[in-house]
């Protein structure tokens, strides 16, 4: 499974981003898609995930309410619409498959990271 992640900037607190994250081979081998996080001098973090077949989402406590996943399964892309951002939020933003539960989840594939930065 191959990702590739986009759609990170420079905004604002209180702005809003789209990550786009679009997936390529063995995607539905992989069950489920998301994003992790990692701030500057943090442990990485994961945000949210989604079944390739829309069946279930989870979002972290901090985020929900404000981040949002969406499927386009013709394009085999995922999206996490941020809305009302935070400084807390700023990071480098990975795109992950094939994420396993747990207190600490983790993920089998990986995208490369794309940088959100949010200004107060």
């Known amino acids: 499974v191959q990702l590739q992640a986009s759609g990170g900037g420079m905004v604002q607190a209180g702005d809003s981003l789209r990550l786009s994250c679009a997936a390529s081979g063995d995607i539905l081998s992989s069950k489920t898609v998301g994003w992790f996080r990692q701030a500057p001098g943090k442990e990485q973090e994961f945000v949210a995930s989604i079944y390739w077949d829309g069946a279930s989402t989870y979002v972290v406590d901090s985020v929900r309410g404000r981040f949002t996943l969406s499927l386009d399964n013709a394009k085999n892309t995922v999206y996490l619409q941020m809305n009302s951002l935070k400084p807390e939020d700023s990071g480098v933003y990975y795109c992950?498959?094939?994420?396993?539960?747990?207190?600490?989840?983790?993920?089998?594939?990986w995208g490369q990271g794309t940088l959100v930065t949010v200004s107060s």
């Open positions: 992950a498959a094939a994420i396993t539960p747990g207190v600490r989840p983790r993920a089998t594939y």
